[in-house]
């Protein structure tokens, strides 16, 4: 397995990491059987990619074994943000038969943590999320890892988390405080509800904690 530094996973500031824990703790106390779980949010640049990168080295971080899987095909933030070398083979090599999915999983310099990153933008990410390959990476995740953490992208522009949700265990909604409608939040929140997933809740980001 191929190994990948990512930069910046870690944060300084002791209420945020608190926060992660928090959050991980959460997620531990929804039930054994919530291993897959996913997150989504209403627009873009509400922090979902940060939270759900953050959350996933606090659950390796905690002694477990975890996958964190980029699925916003459309238009991933996190090579550019952790400065991962091109060349590094995505999600949609192998959803679209090009890889095996033994080379698009990646060790990290987080303990416990391996990644599988989005890859370059295809012409019908929608149609590769609903194909038999994405499930069978469902399938050999929740076999090898105790916990899968999906960033998806944001509900309120694409159905691509809405799909991604019927594979998952259970599903969060990430957004910015003072950023949202309340309508537009109540709006995604009934999409994840219906999604046939469980719904754990709402992780409120960018909170100016004065």
Same mark, same amino acid.
């Given at each position: 397995?191929?190994?990948?530094?990512?930069?910046?996973?870690?944060?300084?500031?002791?209420?945020?990491?608190?926060?992660?824990?928090?959050?991980?703790?959460n997620i531990f106390l929804s039930?054994?059987?919530?291993?897959?779980?996913?997150?989504?949010?209403?627009?873009?640049?509400?922090?979902?990619?940060?939270?759900?990168?953050?959350?996933?080295?606090?659950?390796?971080?905690?002694?477990?074994?975890?996958?964190?899987?980029?699925?916003?095909?459309?238009?991933?933030?996190?090579?550019g943000r952790y400065k991962v070398?091109?060349?590094?083979?995505?999600?949609?090599?192998?959803?679209?038969?090009?890889?095996?999915?033994?080379?698009?999983?990646?060790?990290?310099?987080?303990?416990?943590?391996?990644? =599988?990153?989005?890859?370059?933008?295809?012409?019908?990410?929608?149609?590769?999320?609903?194909?038999?390959?994405?499930?069978?990476?469902?399938?050999?995740?929740?076999?090898?890892?105790?916990?899968? =953490?999906?960033?998806?992208?944001?509900?309120?522009?694409?159905?691509?988390?809405?799909?991604?949700?019927?594979?998952?265990?259970?599903?969060?909604?990430?957004?910015?405080?003072?950023?949202?409608?309340?309508?537009?939040?109540?709006?995604?929140?009934?999409?994840?509800?219906?999604?046939?997933?469980?719904?754990?809740?709402?992780?409120?980001?960018?909170?100016?904690?004065?």
């Amino acid at each position: 397995m191929q190994k990948i530094n990512l930069e910046n996973t870690q944060q300084d500031n002791y209420q945020v990491r608190e926060s992660y824990r928090n959050l991980r703790t959460n997620i531990f106390l929804s039930g054994k059987d919530t291993k897959v779980v996913m997150f989504t949010s209403c627009g873009p640049n509400e922090g979902k990619s940060t939270v759900t990168m953050n959350l996933a080295s606090s659950i390796a971080d905690g002694g477990k074994r975890v996958l964190f899987i980029d699925c916003d095909l459309r238009k991933s933030v996190l090579v550019g943000r952790y400065k991962v070398k091109k060349g590094i083979k995505g999600l949609t090599h192998f959803l679209s038969g090009q890889s095996s999915l033994e080379e698009v999983i990646y060790s990290t310099n987080v303990e416990n943590l391996d990644v =599988i990153l989005a890859g370059p933008v295809p012409p019908n990410p929608t149609s590769l999320l609903q194909n038999d390959n994405f499930r069978h990476l469902m399938e050999v995740a929740r076999s090898r890892y105790d916990y899968v =953490i999906i960033d998806t992208p944001p509900i309120g522009l694409v159905i691509d988390a809405v799909i991604i949700a019927h594979q998952a265990d259970a599903s969060l909604l990430v957004t910015a405080a003072g950023k949202i409608k309340r309508r537009f939040v109540t709006k995604a929140v009934e999409q994840l509800e219906q999604s046939g997933s469980q719904f754990l809740g709402v992780v409120l980001n960018k909170v100016d904690m004065t």
